[in-house]
């Protein structure tokens, strides 16, 4: 159920942003609040990847006009590991393989930066071991996995629980998933959504980004909303996602943004 009064954890105003100098995002405007899980619908080009990016902080995209307030801070006046370190996270579409890293030393290391950038005391290995082995369960991945080098190997189920693993030791107050169902068998599926769905709090937020409808099926979103060009051109309910399944964008996304 949504909460009218829940505290607002991003909101997004006028935001542009372009690439190699070609504008992608043209003015998008976009609020989350505590508790809610938003979905992020549209075609190919549309710019959702490219907010995703934005928000985590890439290095290619160049914020031209707006502002991101993210609990109640310049989130563009952050760098990228200082956002991380914030409360933000992003799961990427294609996550990359890290050669001689391993999972386990990986996860240890970015847990512990977040522990620091709060002041927090760093958690020693055998402490680390324990609480991994425990956050594992949320996404039924075995535990060989966390001596492997990161995602070196993995299937693309794999490595999108992998990114969940992540988020589940992390405990952002903002997750962004960028197609997180991509590639995605429909077991795997249910493991990843089912760990979204364990770790979605009164206290954070979540925004997919998603071609299919199928993933909300099992990540119930409060709102759904459709990019084109850069922008948010529609908001509704899950309804809309099913409307979205059955007829496609063409009622919906201006002409000429459809290919």
Do not use: C
């Not at 909101?11 to 100098?21: F, I, P, Q, T, Y």
């Not at 071991?129 to 535990?143: A, C, G, T």
């Not at 299919?212 to 051109?233: K, S, T």
């Amino acid at each position: 159920m949504i909460n009218e009064n829940a505290k607002t954890i991003l909101s997004v105003r006028n935001l542009h942003a372009s690439v190699e100098g070609t504008e992608i995002l043209k003015g998008l405007n976009f609020e989350v609040k505590a508790g809610e899980i938003h979905a992020i619908m549209g075609l190919n080009g549309s710019g959702k990847s490219t907010f995703s990016k934005v928000l985590a902080g890439h290095p290619d995209y160049t914020v031209t006009a707006g502002e991101v307030i993210f609990q109640g801070q310049d989130l563009l006046a952050l760098e990228p590991h200082e956002r991380a370190n914030s409360g933000v996270f992003l799961a990427f579409q294609y996550p990359l393989e890290i050669p001689g890293v391993s999972n386990r030393d990986f996860l240890r290391v970015a847990y512990n930066a977040h522990r620091k950038a709060r002041d927090e005391e760093e958690i020693d290995v055998f402490d680390f071991d324990d609480l991994i082995e425990e956050r594992s369960e949320i996404v039924k991945m075995d535990v060989s996995f966390l001596d492997r080098s990161v995602n070196e190997g993995f299937s693309g189920g794999e490595k999108k629980r992998n990114e969940i693993l992540q988020m589940a030791l992390l405990q952002p107050d903002l997750a962004i998933l960028d197609e997180t169902d991509s590639g995605l068998d429909i077991d795997a599926l249910k493991t990843v959504s089912s760990g979204v769905n364990q770790l979605s709090t009164p206290d954070n937020a979540t925004v997919l980004i998603t071609h299919y409808q199928r993933l909300l099926n099992y990540i119930v979103p409060d709102y759904v909303h459709v990019m084109a060009q850069g922008r948010i051109v529609k908001t509704g309910g899950k309804e809309l996602a099913l409307e979205l399944e059955s007829r496609g964008y063409d009622w919906i996304v201006p002409e000429e943004a459809v290919v």
